[in-house]
């Protein structure tokens, strides 16, 4: 419930932390550039820092880790909020802040995906699953949309110092949980464990043929998310709230995506989630229009609910098939790989999009997904993997590894 409670209150004020903040880089005169470039310094620490993350999740008990990240987390979002307002404009200010964020960010995921997969059981994995990505997405829909209101009527710098006391707040939530260490981890160096992390990560090419696919739509989707959306709402609507109302439609979605799945278990986890991905495609048509914010709303409902699908689907690979001693320097790889290019592609658009058209960008994005969906269905196991009967795991890395 503790745990819940602090996922629910980070989420609603990240959701909101994340608009507020484009719309202080724009206040700022920063442009579509500066929009960029302060994401990118967020995820390229974030990069740099999860496979440390995940050998720290392992040897450590993991929500202290988190604990640790929160709090750095509000440090950073409150200074920022300050900044804003007491009138700073400074980018490289706002760079380093979000960059020490997505430090943060970095101890704190790979903890996260390995004390919730920790504290399920094999047979409900799914369900269980699915139900926490709900009460996690149904914060993002109030937050964006708040974020979006509360942007627009007290100001970005107000609303990044609500994100801080939201972090703050998880933090206590987290003190007061009691639960065991992530388990016994062999005395080796930092080196070995990551080398060893890496094995069990390339011995599934469904594994790594995965992330190679989100590293591509990851920067694709982080490129539209914190550029290319706020600069067309900036634009045509003059206002943060179409925005957050779209943001708020993607949250939604995935909250239907994810009450879907507590009852619907797809025996094909790979195939069926990878089909979820498409609907990105028209939210990118939707913005290159533009449509009218309704529309690109519905769009970016249905996106959210594909995407929720492959979510749900793409946990319950990774519960199914990885053993728990290596589960956070795995999904460690899995963030790296998924966020490798975000950086370079949230620096590039503001860029690309005054070099050769803010337009001709966002339809080039909707080719792109559509081209990498169809893509990963190459791999044979994206096509073939199955659920087992009651989710247990099915294979040892090492062996794995050994016998190719």
């Known amino acids: 419930?503790?745990?819940?409670?602090?996922?629910?209150?980070?989420?609603?004020?990240?959701?909101?932390?994340?608009?507020?903040?484009?719309?202080?880089?724009?206040?700022?005169?920063?442009?579509?550039?500066?929009?960029?470039?302060?994401?990118?310094?967020?995820?390229?620490?974030?990069?740099g820092f999860l496979l440390l993350g995940g050998v720290i999740a392992d040897r450590f008990p993991r929500h202290h880790v988190m604990v640790l990240a929160n709090v750095a987390n509000a440090l950073s979002q409150g200074v920022f909020g300050v900044y804003v307002l007491t009138g700073g404009t400074e980018l490289w200010v706002m760079m380093l802040?979000?960059?020490?964020?997505?430090?943060?960010?970095?101890?704190?995921?790979?903890a996260a995906q390995g004390l919730l997969f920790a504290s399920m059981e094999a047979e409900h994995a799914g369900p269980a699953l699915a139900a926490y990505r709900v009460a996690a997405t149904g914060s993002q829909i109030?937050?964006?949309?708040?974020?979006?209101?509360?942007?627009?009527?007290?100001?970005?710098?107000?609303?990044?110092?609500?994100?801080?006391?939201?972090?703050?707040?998880?933090?206590?939530?987290?003190?007061?949980?009691?639960?065991?260490?992530?388990?016994?981890?062999?005395?080796?160096?930092?080196?070995?464990?990551?080398?060893?992390?890496?094995?069990?990560?390339?011995?599934?090419?469904?594994?790594?043929?995965?992330?190679?696919?989100?590293?591509?739509?990851?920067?694709?989707?982080?490129?539209?998310?914190?550029?290319?959306?706020?600069?067309?709402?900036?634009?045509?609507?003059?206002?943060?709230?179409?925005?957050?109302?779209a943001l708020s439609a993607l949250g939604l979605g995935a909250?239907?995506?994810?009450?879907?799945?507590?009852?619907?278990?797809?025996?094909?986890?790979?195939?069926?989630?990878?089909?979820?991905?498409?609907?990105?495609?028209?939210?990118?048509?939707?913005?290159?229009?533009?449509?009218?914010?309704?529309?690109?709303?519905?769009?970016?409902?249905?996106?959210g609910v594909g995407m929720e699908v492959f979510g749900v689907c793409w946990m319950s690979a990774?519960?199914?098939?990885?053993?728990?001693?290596?589960?956070?320097?795995?999904?460690?790889?899995?963030?790296?790989?998924?966020?490798?290019?975000?950086p370079a592609c949230t620096a590039l658009a503001g860029p690309a999009g005054n070099a050769f058209g803010y337009s001709n960008m966002l339809w080039a994005c909707a080719g792109a997904c559509v081209v990498l969906v169809l893509a990963a269905f190459v791999i044979p196991e994206v096509r073939t993997l199955s659920r087992t009967p009651t989710g247990q795991r099915v294979s040892d890395p090492v062996a794995t590894v050994d016998a190719s």
């Open 97 to 110: 802040l979000s960059g020490i964020g997505g430090s943060a960010q970095a101890l704190y995921l790979p």
């Open 318 to 342: 990774l519960h199914q098939e990885i053993p728990p001693e290596y589960i956070a320097r795995v999904s460690a790889y899995d963030w790296l790989g998924s966020m490798a290019l975000a």
């Open 142 to 245: 109030g937050g964006a949309a708040l974020g979006g209101a509360l942007t627009t009527t007290i100001g970005p710098g107000a609303v990044l110092v609500l994100d801080a006391a939201g972090f703050v707040l998880a933090a206590v939530l987290r003190l007061f949980m009691r639960l065991p260490a992530s388990g016994p981890v062999e005395d080796d160096s930092v080196l070995r464990q990551l080398v060893d992390g890496w094995r069990a990560f390339v011995a599934r090419r469904w594994l790594w043929g995965i992330v190679l696919q989100f590293a591509l739509l990851n920067g694709v989707m982080t490129a539209g998310e914190t550029v290319y959306g706020p600069l067309v709402a900036e634009e045509h609507w003059g206002a943060a709230w179409p925005w957050g109302v």
């Open 1 to 47: 419930m503790l745990q819940t409670g602090a996922t629910f209150v980070t989420g609603l004020g990240n959701s909101g932390a994340l608009i507020a903040a484009a719309f202080a880089v724009l206040d700022a005169g920063g442009g579509g550039t500066g929009v960029g470039f302060v994401a990118a310094a967020r995820t390229l620490p974030l990069v």
């Open 255 to 303: 909250l239907v995506g994810g009450l879907i799945q507590v009852r619907y278990r797809p025996r094909r986890l790979l195939r069926v989630g990878n089909w979820g991905l498409l609907p990105v495609a028209p939210t990118f048509v939707a913005l290159a229009i533009p449509a009218p914010w309704p529309l690109l709303a519905l769009s970016m409902f249905v996106c």
